[in-house]
């Protein structure tokens, strides 16, 4: 199985500050990577498709990068809704399995 | 607008089973690969079962292989979950979701107890 490895655990930051959010994968997988988001309560959203690709209706301060094994989310200036998890995917194997998540709570 | 409901839900003793279901709409549901996710309580995401449109491949991880199984019925535009020889561990929201490489369209989610 494919191992996605997220960090940092944990984020504390700043409303207005710019983050950046790791996700490695136990082997290559090219760039069929995903990312979501999760608030309390709530179903995941997803955000980035395929490493960097947009989803409609997503803000653009969430963008993506990598390939191979090593994934970056960003986002540009957080927001105070953007506290919550995020979580990357990947679908090189018909077995999916998920990240761990990394939560990003406020400073 | 694509929706997705679960429900099937509850409290069951160990061992025992229960079959999930989820009813689609506001898209064609044979032309999608479907797939179900579970998150224990604080825990992260598990996937646990993807469906093909045709319902002729399915995919399982090792942790519920065997006794869990996914079907459709696209007349219904329905998804299925049957989970057989249930454990404590399995105790979780279930997710159904939209597949395509990535998770599109999620349900609100179902919450399953296995606990005597």
């Known amino acids: 199985n494919i191992v996605l490895t997220q960090s940092p655990a944990t984020l504390s930051v700043t409303p207005g500050e710019s983050v950046s959010l790791s996700c490695r994968a136990s082997q290559s997988i090219s760039t069929s990577i995903h990312w979501y988001q999760q608030k309390s309560n709530e179903s995941p959203r997803l955000l980035i498709k395929?490493?960097?690709q947009s989803i409609s209706g997503i803000p653009s301060r969430f963008s993506g990068s990598g390939s191979g094994t090593d994934f970056t989310l960003s986002i540009n200036r957080v927001e105070s809704e953007d506290f919550s998890i995020y979580y990357c995917?990947?679908?090189?194997?018909?077995?999916?399995?998920f990240g761990s998540g990394t939560k990003l709570e406020i400073k | 607008e694509v929706q997705l409901v679960e429900s099937g839900g509850g409290l069951v003793q160990p061992g025992r089973s229960l079959k999930l279901s989820c009813a689609a709409s506001g898209f064609t549901f044979s032309n999608y690969y479907m797939a179900w996710v579970r998150q224990a309580p604080k825990k992260g995401l598990e996937w646990v079962a993807t469906i093909s449109t045709s319902g002729s491949r399915t995919y399982y991880p090792d942790s519920v292989k065997g006794r869990f199984t996914i079907s459709r019925d696209n007349a219904k535009s329905s998804l299925y979950l049957q989970m057989n020889s249930l454990k404590s561990e399995d105790t979780a929201t279930y997710y159904c979701?939209?597949?395509?490489?990535?998770?599109?369209?999620w349900g609100q989610g179902v919450m399953v107890t296995v606990s005597s």
């Open positions: 979701a939209r597949q395509i490489q990535w998770l599109d369209y």
């Open positions: 395929y490493a960097s």
């Open positions: 995917q990947q679908s090189y194997s018909s077995l999916l399995t």
